[in-house]
């Protein structure tokens, strides 16, 4: 499985930016797929997860200003960020998974697959 990510890029505060990432060799319809970020000097934070099934989780950072969709006829996952902050400065990546319970969704070893992120600068 290789996923690739990209739509990075400079946004001024306040406002909009969208990312997509595309997912292959695999069945994508298959995985669970999420979005994660890491700032400079910070840990890996979870920011947005859909199920197989289109179930959506969003985690704290960014809940309210992000939406995540997928379409698995393009094998893609999209994350649409609103409101953009200084502070959601940050290499985004996403990530694919199989469905399993046990481990929650926000969590790091949810998932098996990574991409290899795409920078998203946010200027004041």
């Known amino acids: 499985v290789q996923l690739q990510a990209s739509g990075g890029g400079l946004v001024q505060a306040g406002g909009s930016l969208g990312l997509s990432c595309v997912f292959s060799g695999g069945t994508f319809s298959n995985y669970d797929v999420g979005w994660f970020r890491q700032a400079p000097g910070r840990e890996r934070e979870f920011v947005a997860h859909i199920s197989s099934s289109d179930g959506t989780w969003y985690g704290d950072a960014m809940k309210g200003r992000v939406t995540i969709a997928r379409v698995n006829a393009k094998n893609t996952v999209y994350l649409q960020m609103f409101r953009l902050k200084p502070e959601d400065t940050a290499v985004y990546y996403c990530?694919?998974?199989?469905?399993?319970?046990?481990?929650?969704?926000?969590?790091?070893?949810?998932?098996?697959?990574w991409g290899q992120g795409t920078l998203v600068t946010v200027s004041s």
């Open positions: 990530t694919a998974g199989y469905p399993r319970d046990g481990i929650p969704v926000s969590h790091r070893d949810y998932y098996n697959y």
